[in-house]
């Protein structure tokens, strides 16, 4: 059975992920507050701002969650393919 290599993220990697989604959050949270505008405008803006994260935050789950299945359903395959080769034997006569 060959073992696939699955990629690991180093603390680092992590890391800059975190710090760069708090940088670009707080950004674009002082760029609305201190906009030249009506408050319902910055609290429109707000609220579209916290959609556009959750709905990240949804699409990145779903993507991850239909690989993660995509991967068990490729291991479930390999594994009865390699059932039925180890089961062959092309010099059995019936």
């Not at 994260?53 to 390999?78: G, I, M, P, Y």
Request: with cysteine.
């Amino acid at each position: 059975m060959t073992k696939t290599i699955q990629p690991r993220h180093t603390g680092a990697f992590y890391f800059q992920s975190v710090v760069s989604f708090g940088v670009s959050a707080s950004a674009v949270t002082v760029g609305i507050v201190y906009l030249p505008v009506e408050t319902w405008v910055r609290a429109f803006l707000g609220i579209g701002v916290l959609y556009v994260v959750t709905s990240t935050f949804t699409l990145a789950k779903c993507v991850r969650d239909r690989q993660e299945l995509s991967d068990v359903t490729n291991r479930v395959d390999r594994a009865r393919l390699e059932k039925l080769l180890t089961e062959h034997d092309p010099f059995k006569t019936d």
